[in-house]
């Protein structure tokens, strides 16, 4: 079954000297965890006269990760997109 979420995507820049900020001094966080590191691997689609990419829609398989399967993202607006998430298959889902 499909699993929507709304994206909303905010860019910074930042040097090799900048440093994070202490998040838990940040209001609503008691701590934060390290995990460790997780390799991802993605593969993106398109048609060959790329129109996914002429509107600004996404389509990809990935794997490794929490989420790994077929990411679908739809805008929005400016800066916000809906993904749709497919468990990981062979084949593309009929959903997407």
């Not at 994070?20 to 966080?29: E, I, K, N, S, Y």
């Not at 468990?87 to 593309?92: E, G, I, Q, T, W």
């Amino acid at each position: 079954m499909a699993d929507t979420k709304r994206e909303i995507e905010r860019k910074y820049e930042a040097t090799d000297d900048t440093r994070l900020p202490d998040l838990t001094r940040a209001a609503g966080v008691d701590r934060t965890v390290h995990h460790g590191l997780t390799e991802l691997d993605a593969v993106y689609y398109d048609t060959a006269d790329l129109r996914l990419a002429a509107d600004a829609l996404t389509l990809r398989r990935r794997t490794g990760g929490a989420d790994e399967g077929w990411h679908a993202k739809f805008p929005v607006a400016v800066g916000v997109r809906d993904e749709i998430h497919e468990p990981l298959s062979d084949a593309l889902p009929p959903s997407l």
